[in-house]
């Protein structure tokens, strides 16, 4: 079974701080993916990276940057937190055979910015 | 431009009644691909079912069934005899047969909730 893991289910950070999301998978994919999701708005991307080192903006990629060194891990980097950006956030990771490709996703970070 | 539209926002059943999720989408590719999938309240997205658009055959998979109709561009989800372990949220997404990426775009989601 495609397992996607993520590094909290529950994160409690402050105003201001550095913080950092993890995202690992055992499929040996090659897309990841980071979304957040509010109520009314939906799932919303906010990167994705289709090989390591390669990312590409989303959506939403304002506040946020991502870092792949490893092809199995994608991390979300809020450089400066804000209480905007809390949310839901599910990482997903897909093969490489484009659009027919399933996204798998994460059991997503409940992240509240105080 | 694509999208996926889920009208229904909140549903509401009794135990053991059948209930439709309707998803329409909008696209301008040829070759596309639909899904669905299940967000219990643990919150983990669970895939459900992938469908390609030269396959427009219903599926049915136990007391769930999809119906694919190119011609109204929808892709509805009908599950049978609901049950309370079906209370979820249910989206709809749309990726195109010209990304290499494999990008979803996604419906705002229908909250189906089953009482006992």
């Known amino acids: 079974d495609v397992k996607v893991t993520q590094s909290s289910r529950y994160l409690v950070k402050r105003t201001g701080e550095k913080v950092f999301l993890e995202c690992v998978q055992d499929?040996?994919?090659?897309?990841m993916f980071w979304y957040r999701q509010d109520p009314g708005l939906g799932l919303r991307l906010i990167y994705f990276s289709y090989d390591v080192k390669m990312k590409e903006k989303g959506d939403i990629p304002e506040g946020y940057s991502v870092s792949r060194e490893k092809k199995e891990r994608f991390s979300l980097i809020l450089e400066s937190a804000s209480t905007n950006q809390t949310s839901m956030y599910l990482c997903?990771?897909?093969?490489w055979g484009g659009g027919q490709e399933t996204q798998y996703f994460g059991p997503g970070t409940r992240l509240l910015v105080l | 431009a694509q999208k996926v539209t889920q009208a229904q926002t909140e549903i509401s059943v009794v135990e053991k009644e059948d209930v439709t999720l309707d998803c329409v989408y909008e696209t301008r590719d040829t070759t596309y691909y639909l899904f669905w999938y299940k967000q219990p309240p643990s919150g983990e997205l669970v895939f459900l079912i992938r469908?390609?658009?030269?396959?427009?055959q219903n599926e049915i998979s136990g007391r769930y069934s999809w119906n694919f109709q190119k011609s109204t561009s929808s892709f509805n989800f009908t599950i049978t005899a609901s049950q309370v372990v079906d209370s979820a949220v249910y989206f709809c997404a749309l990726s195109g047969g010209s990304s290499n990426t494999g990008k979803l775009i996604f419906g705002q989601g229908t909250t189906l909730q089953v009482k006992p």
């Open positions: 499929m040996d994919h090659e897309n």
């Open positions: 469908r390609n658009s030269f396959d427009e």
């Open positions: 997903a990771s897909s093969g």
